[in-house]
Every structure is written in C-alpha cells, then in structure tokens.
C-alpha cells in the first residue's frame, strides 16, 4: 500500500507484564489508512477496514477495535491482533483527518449506510450529525455544570465477606430494602439478613415447587422450578416470579414467609397466551409497598402492562378456575422492536433498551408510542436503570455503558422530560463509561453487565454512583463527576467517554454488584455513605465508603 498518511506517526504496543505493563514504540513511520474490501464487488455495500502495515494490523473498522480517542494528546489507542495498539500522530490536522475519515467508516459499517444518504435522515434523525463526530464530541459542555464531585480513594472502600457457600453456584442476587436480601442458586433460595454496610448469612435457604396442574389449591407440585426474573413485592412478602423454563406464559406468586408458590397466572389478552422474557414494578418503589397488584412486562416486539386483579377488582387466588393476569395497557409492535430490557422511575415512566441498541423512552401515562428515542450505536442493550426522578437513564452494552441526561430545557427555558415530551434535538449528546484499554485487557475482554444507579425510592434523594460488572472485577464510577466531566477523551460513536473509576478484583466471576438501600448505608460523622453487595459463584462481599 502507498502511504497517503502524514509523515512522522508513530506507533505503540502495550506489552502485558505481570498485572500491569508498559508502551512499547513498534514503528517512528507508521502509514495508518482505510480500504473498502468491497470495492471490486459490484451491488455490496462498502466494507471498511483499518490497516498498519508497521504492526501488520488488518482489521475491520468497527466496534471490536474499541478505539478511545485522545485529542489532546493527538492519539488513538484501539484493538487489533489480540493485543493493544495506538497511533500518535505529530499535529492536530493529522490526527484530525485519521479521526475524520475512521468515524466515517465505522458509521457506515456499524449502520449500513453513510451518513449523507437518505436513509440516514431516516433511521437517524437529529442523531446523524451528533454520533461518530468528533467536532460534536469536542463542543459537548458537562452534562450538570453544578454537580459536586465526591469519590473515595480505593483504599477508603471497607470491604467484608462472608463465609464460602459450597453446593450451587450463586446466579443472581435480589436486594431488599427491608430486612433480607435473597441469593438465587439453581432453585434455592439463601436469605441474607440486611445490617447497616453489608449483608449477614441466616443459614436459612428454601426452595419453590409449582403448583400441581389439577390439583386442588395449594398442592405442590414437582420440584422442577428454577426461576429466572423475580421481584419482591407487597411489602417485600412476597415474590413475583417467571421461569422461562417451565412455561414463559405464567407468573408464578410465592409467599415468602411460608416459602411456597401460593398462585399461578397465565398472562393472556384477548384469551391469547402471552409469552414473556421480562417483567418489572411499574415504579421504582413498589416492592416496598403493600398491595402491589400491577407490574410490566416486555417481550422482544411486546411491552405490556398487567393486573393481578380480576376485572372486578379482586385479587385472583390460586383457587380460582382460571387465573389470568389481566392486560391493562402497551402494545404489541410491528416486528423488529427488538426488545430487551425495561427499567421504571419513581413516576413510573419506562425506559426500554433494544438489542440493535436503541433506548426508548415512554411516560407512564402510555406505552404504545416512545416520547423519545435514541438511536444505537449498534451494540445490544443489555441492562437499563433510570434515576428515581427520571432525569438520567443508564444503558449497558458489553462494551461501555451509555448514560443519557433525559432533562432538557425547551425554546422558553422551561425544564422539560424525554419521557413525556419529545426530546430529539434537545437533548445533551450522550456519555459513554468504559474502562481504560489497559484495564480491558487485564480483564480479558470481559463484558460489561447489569449497569445500575444507587438505590433510591424516595423523591429529595440523588443517586451518587454507578456500579456495573466485569469479569473478576467490579467497576465504579463516581455519578456526580460523570455529570459535571469535561471529557478529554472520546470512544466508539465518537462520544465524551469517562474513564475515572474504582475497579474492585475478586478471585471469581462477579455474578452480580448492586446496591443496598440507603436505610443500610454506613453513617460516619453525621455523613451518609453507601454499601455495595458483590457476589461471586461462592462468597458475598460488601464494599462500603463514606460520600
């Protein structure tokens, strides 16, 4: 290949020592460019790829190059080979003109089309011009100018563990706000007493069995049941639960002080059964309120509202002929939604994520059409969580977690929501928190999973961080710089991108990080810190810190 790049760029590989490592200069005349793979293919579309013929780099230009962009220092750090690059270049035009034309080949390889054509007014809209460009990135100002930055060092984390559980693994934690925290392994449950900071084993575990199909009210049936989803409610006495394998059309509702399924529903509208991948409380604090007799559920082209109750306002029990949940609301879409997880405000205004990326945004007044929608940057939606007062919305992928400022002010200076009056081309251009490239290699390459805000279930309340999980490591940011950052550098979608955090190693996976309930937060000094519950597949540790 002929260089057509500037003279003088150079090129680095980070050499993996021990745990750490360093930057090694592999080449002063690097010649970084671009090429379609299909250019001599008649009818496909243009195929981007990056080449570096100091490193022998040959790679597509898209989101596996997991590119952080540096303007300041006029450099590009990214992945290729299985290892770790970055190119410096010796002035801002040559940086510039390497960050131009890769951001235009990672949008049409990432959507299918450039970004001047028809279809990208389309599927894009007030978007087109905001994702993969870097001018727009350089003009972001902080999302909250006013926001008080706080955050401990590492070593001001208190951590402590409980002792090692043998027998199955733990797959998943459900947190309550009152007096138990519940660990899931297989079918059993292991109940976790809540104590300020952290998290004490009762040595108490129960299991579920279904109802026996025929039988009369109250008959276990057998000992199959394996949950997936389950959320706590009335009160945190009882359990609201699906398990996709047994039969995805069902709820099943368990009481948990006498630790047994007490009913089944079939959800069903217009007495057709509806299967569901998804279900959560219809706002943020239900679970700790008695009588929770509604919830949401979503499927990947349904989002729907349901009630325990029957049309004349009882509550069904498992006696009943047939136990159906009734549909209150939502809507079945056309296909393509893609649908793959929901999370609700304290409003109970709906956030939904999408596996081709896309965040929706609904009022709790409807669910049949999004006030807003952001287009994604074609990475899954994994997980979402959205502040209890609906300002700001957090979307996982495996690769970065995307956090969206829902506040905007309309054409009067008025404080308006995405949530129920339309936000496109209002909205502040979106941050992404991922972790450094160095770091992302000493973790594998792992994804990221289940991004979530502090816990709050009271209006007055600010969320103060944000957790998500990574392999052995459990990934904190600090939620009031993200809000006031002025970032220096930018990543995939040519974004503002955090990268200042705590990272917390454990010797196995993290099945999951969430936070306690601000009652269980440690107080020191009159100050109101928060405690942070980890699980790996055999022990639990809580992670606690003074704001």
């Known amino acids: 290949m002929s260089c057509k790049a500037a003279p003088g760029i150079k090129l680095y590989q980070f050499i993996k020592a021990g745990s750490g490592g360093k930057w090694e200069l592999t080449s002063s005349r690097a010649c970084p460019g671009f090429y379609d793979a299909n250019e001599d293919a008649r009818g496909k579309q243009p195929d981007f790829w990056l080449e570096v013929d100091a490193g022998d780099i040959d790679t597509r ?10 303007p300041a220092a006029r450099r590009v750090t990214f992945a290729a080979n299985e290892g770790l690059w970055a190119l410096k ?11 131009t034309e890769l951001e235009d080949d990672v949008f049409q390889n990432t959507y299918g089309f450039g970004r001047d054509s028809a279809k990208a007014d389309k599927e894009l809209g007030d978007f087109k011009n905001l994702f993969f460009n870097a001018d727009a990135s350089a003009a972001a100002a902080p999302m909250e100018v006013d926001a008080t930055p706080d955050r401990p060092a590492r070593g001001e984390m208190r951590e402590k563990a409980t002792p090692a559980k043998t027998g199955t693994p733990i797959e998943g934690m459900i947190i309550g706000a009152n007096s138990n925290t519940y660990l899931r392994r297989g079918a059993t449950f292991d109940v976790m007493r809540n104590v300020e900071a952290g998290v004490e084993d009762t040595g108490i575990a129960f299991s579920f069995t279904p109802l026996k199909r025929g039988g009369p009210p109250g008959t276990p049936g057998t000992p199959s049941f394996t949950p997936g989803k389950v959320l706590l ?4 006495t009882r359990m609201n639960m699906l398990s996709p394998g047994l039969d995805n059309t069902k709820l099943f509702h368990a009481d948990v002080e006498y630790q047994k399924i007490v009913s089944e529903w079939t ?3 217009d007495t057709v059964d509806i299967p569901q991948a998804d279900i959560a409380h219809d706002h943020k604090a239900a679970q700790l309120e008695d009588g929770t007799n509604t919830l949401l559920g979503l499927d990947a082209n349904r989002l729907c509202k349901w009630d325990l109750r029957d049309p004349r306002g009882v ?6 002929a047939s136990p159906i949940v009734q549909w209150t609301g939502g809507k079945d879409f056309a296909r393509g939604t893609n649908f793959s997880c929901m999370a609700t405000s304290g409003a109970g205004h709906v956030v939904v994520g999408s596996r081709d990326g896309k965040i929706r945004m609904y009022s709790s007044k409807t669910l049949t059409q999004a006030k807003t929608s952001i287009p994604g940057l074609g990475k899954p939606i994994t997980a979402v969580d959205v502040t209890y007062d609906g300002s700001w919305v957090l979307a996982t992928t495996d690769d970065y977690l995307m956090v969206v400022k829902a506040a905007f002010s309309d054409e009067d200076g008025k404080e308006r929501s995405a949530f129920t ?21 000493a973790t594998g390459g792992k994804p990221l999973k289940s991004g979530r805000f502090t816990w709050v279930t009271e209006a007055g309340s600010q969320e103060r ?10 990934v904190i940011w600090n939620f009031r710089r993200v809000k006031s950052a002025v970032s220096s550098s930018t990543s995939f979608g040519g974004l503002p991108t955090v990268m200042d955090y705590v990272l917390n190693a454990k010797d196995e996976d993290v099945v999951d990080s969430n936070f306690m309930h601000d009652r269980y937060a440690p107080i020191s000094g009159g ?10 597949p055999h022990k639990v540790f809580t992670l606690a810190g003074e704001d």
């Open 61 to 70: 230009a898209d989101d596996a190059l997991s590119y952080v962009a540096d």
């Open 89 to 99: 270049f010796p002035s801002a035009e040559s940086y510039r003109a390497f960050m």
């Open 233 to 236: 409610a009335n009160g945190e």
């Open 267 to 269: 959800f069903q509208k």
């Open 315 to 320: 509550v069904q029990e498992a006696g009943d």
């Open 421 to 441: 009056d339309k936000g496109a081309g209002r909205l502040a251009l979106p941050r992404l928190l991922r972790l450094k490239p160095e770091d992302r290699l």
């Open 465 to 474: 961080w944000v957790v998500a999980s990574c392999g052995k490591h459990t």
């Open 527 to 536: 100050a109101r810190g928060d405690a942070l519950v980890v699980a790996t």
